[in-house]
């Protein structure tokens, strides 16, 4: 079992930036391909990025250029940099883990899920 905690979200004007925290735990953190997602209001979780064992990098088309995946293995932490946010970035931002080699963008291809934090991006 891998546990998965995320910190970092929060409120911040369109523009702005949040750096979100996922801290695992329970596995051999460096095996594990990493990712996150989002959840709006009435929406289904999409895919946002991902970063595999290897640091291959992955990147929906919507964030791309703004948002920076990356992990630090020595502190079983994976991070999400969001920059030039707009209010289209809301919802909740969730933590994803996989024991693949390999990056899924549907969430039915992630085992491991953190409890999720909101980020709040206002107009």
């Known amino acids: 079992q891998v546990q998965l905690v995320e910190s970092g979200g929060g409120m911040a004007p369109a523009g702005g930036s949040l750096r979100l925290s996922c801290v695992a735990s329970?596995?051999?953190?460096?095996?594990?391909?990493l990712g996150w997602f989002r959840q709006a209001p009435g929406k289904e979780r999409e895919f946002v990025a991902a970063?595999?064992?290897?640091?291959?990098?992955y990147y929906a088309e919507s964030v791309k250029g703004r948002f920076t995946i990356s992990r630090d293995n020595g502190k079983n932490t994976v991070y999400l940099q969001m920059n030039s946010l707009n209010p289209e970035d809301t919802g909740v931002y969730y933590c994803a883990g996989r024991s693949s080699l390999t990056i899924s963008t549907g969430s039915r291809g992630w085992s491991y899920w953190g409890q999720g934090t909101q980020v709040t991006v206002s107009s």
């Open positions: 329970g596995r051999t953190f460096s095996d594990y391909t």
């Open positions: 970063i595999s064992s290897g640091g291959s990098i």
